[in-house]
């Protein structure tokens, strides 16, 4: 594309559709500030022209210029006050600078582009739970798959947290045990695994997910006190006292321990 582009801009340097091509090429070979220059050249010719100046905001998104790409995007969406892309933009921004009701309206504005990406939907899902939408938040993770891929391990943690903030513990628990195999903190996964199972009462399940934990060499006192629940409320007496001790010997400082062993 770049001989090709090349030659139309040295037949015609003011071409604002291939100005705008090549600073599009250039981004997509990661050349991002040598792109921009095009898209500035655009802009100097035609200030309104709405796809550089969403390009150029993009870009400079992509490289931390949070403050120039609001002020483009925001710019654009005087002309195109519709355009998805630029409010998925400035909810990113407003995401980063945890003014979370602007998140939410921006995201909610996007359109497809907060559903097609699931990390923006994650986002979009944390920013109505920090501004108290609890039930669009809820909404928002229903639109997101459940999947084994590897690739959405984090993304299936951080949608069992939002989940038990929202006290769903239920769907919370399936997606921890998804995110099971292959988030990189297997403690942290198999501790809120135990605890949201057991806040649902489902202490059958809440025993072997933290059993598997502390097989795993996970050995810490917090792991205990939840089992010890968990084999409490299951009658086991037995085990949920050693489980208590286990939890003194680890931690001798937290007095819960010693007051549950009691």
Known sequence: ?????????NRSPNDLKALNLMGIALSAAGRREEANEHFKKVLALEPKFVPALKNLAINELALGKDQDARIHFEEALKSAPQDATCHWGLAEIAFAARDYKRAALSYEQSGDLAWKDSRA?????????????????ARVLDKIPTTLSAADANIEFQAGVILARLEKYESAARRFELARQDFPDPYQVGY??????IRSRDYAAAIPAGEETLAAGHRKSEIYNLLAQAYEQSRQKKEAYDALRAARELDPQDENNYLALI
Do not use: Y
Not at 1 to 9: E, K
Not at 128 to 134: I, M, R, S, V
């Open 192 to 197: 809120n695994l135990t605890l949201v199972l």
């Open 1 to 9: 594309a770049f001989p090709l582009l090349q030659r139309i801009l």
């Open 121 to 137: 939907a994650i986002k979009f899902a944390t920013s109505c739970l920090e501004d108290g939408q609890l039930a669009k938040a």
